[in-house]
C-alpha cells in the first residue's frame, strides 16, 4: 500500500499504523464491517470502515469510524476534496433515498446516472437542482455526520482537526 496523506491531523504514518492494526483485525476477525453504508444505505459485502479518528486506544465505532461501501470510501469521501460539486450532488442523491449502486457497477440505472450528472453541471453553475424522491431517507438532511466532513483540503493537515487529542 502507498503511504497515505495527512487526514484530520494525523500524519500518515499514524494513519498506516492504525489501518495495518485493523488489517490485523479483520484478518484474524476480530473485527468485520456490517450491515449497510452508513452513508448511501447500499448493503453486501463491499463494505469497509473509513476512520476519522487515528488516536489511541484505536476505536472502530461512531464517531470514530464509520461503515461505509466502497464506491463510497473510494470515489467519494476521499474525492470530495478534488470534486467538491460532484460530493455535493452525491450527497443530494443519497438524501433523495439514492444508493451508490443505482448510479455505479452492475446494477446502475442510466436514468438515475443522467439525473446524478445533471446535478452535477448544476451545481457548477451555481444552479439548484431538485432530485425526484427515490426511497424514504431517515436521516436529517444537512446534519449527517458525513455532512460535516471538511472539503477545506488545508484542515487536513492542522492539528486542531483532530476529534481527541
Not at 446535478?119 to 444537512?142: H, M, W
Request: with cysteine; net charge positive; charged share 30%.
Amino acid at each position: 500500500m502507498t503511504e497515505l496523506a495527512d487526514y484530520n491531523g494525523y500524519s500518515g504514518k499514524e494513519r498506516m499504523t492504525k489501518y495495518y492494526d485493523m488489517q490485523r483485525r479483520i484478518a484474524s476477525r476480530e473485527l468485520q464491517p456490517k450491515g449497510s453504508c452508513e452513508i448511501c444505505g447500499d448493503s453486501g459485502e463491499d463494505l469497509e470502515y473509513h476512520d476519522e479518528d487515528y488516536s489511541k486506544p484505536y476505536s472502530w465505532v461512531k464517531p470514530e469510524a464509520y461503515i461505509v461501501c466502497k464506491h463510497c470510501h473510494i470515489q467519494k469521501i476521499h474525492k470530495r476534496f478534488q470534486y467538491p460539486d460532484r460530493w455535493k450532488a452525491f450527497l443530494a442523491h443519497v438524501r433523495r433515498g439514492g444508493h451508490a449502486s443505482d448510479l455505479y457497477g452492475k446494477t446502475a440505472n442510466p436514468e438515475l446516472r443522467r439525473e446524478f450528472e445533471a446535478c452535477c453541471e448544476a451545481i457548477k453553475v451555481g444552479r439548484t437542482y431538485v432530485f425526484r424522491p427515490l426511497r424514504n431517507y431517515s436521516q436529517d438532511a444537512g446534519n449527517e455526520w458525513f455532512a460535516k466532513l471538511s472539503l477545506d483540503q488545508e484542515a487536513m493537515k492542522n492539528r486542531a482537526s483532530r476529534p481527541r487529542p
